[in-house]
């Protein structure tokens, strides 16, 4: 893909990191959404991609998200056994994950901020909470 991915993107290259507006954040993590939407409802095989992560989502040269790396995936074959709830949660918690890291700009790794938080998710209630988000 001509951007990489958007790993490398947002973390690797400050320059890059600047070219993601909010239109842009905004038109990848729809992307991402639409995508993970493709692959729990409407595919013909019902996958939960089991690894969403901003390293395993590329960017094509409009800049939209292309979910790649499948190795940890899992299919659902739908008539023998119904999407489970508890993956698809996974997922979506993924997701929520790799959404904050594209808006932050920072990995979610742990991390210790002044507010004690532990986490990216973490830092990013305590900010929600004192309204500095």
Not at 2 to 20: A, G, M, Q, Y
Not at 32 to 49: D, F, N
Not at 124 to 132: G, Q, R, S
Request: charged share 20%.
């Amino acid at each position: 893909m001509p951007n990489k991915s958007l790993d490398s993107f947002i973390f690797s290259d400050p320059v890059k990191r600047r070219l993601i507006d909010w239109r842009q954040c905004k038109h990848i993590i729809e992307g991402i959404a639409q995508g993970l939407l493709y692959l729990h409802k409407y595919s013909r095989l019902r996958t939960v991609h089991r690894d969403l992560k901003s390293s395993n989502i590329l960017l094509d040269s409009h800049m939209n998200p292309k979910i790649s790396d499948f190795g940890m995936a899992r299919i659902f074959f739908v008539v023998i056994c119904p999407l489970n709830m508890g993956c698809m949660a996974f997922s979506l918690q993924n997701l929520m994950y790799t959404l904050i890291e594209i808006v932050s700009g920072r990995r979610n790794i742990p991390f210790y901020a002044t507010d004690n938080s532990s986490t990216l998710l973490g830092h990013a209630w305590e900010l929600w909470k004192a309204e500095d988000a």
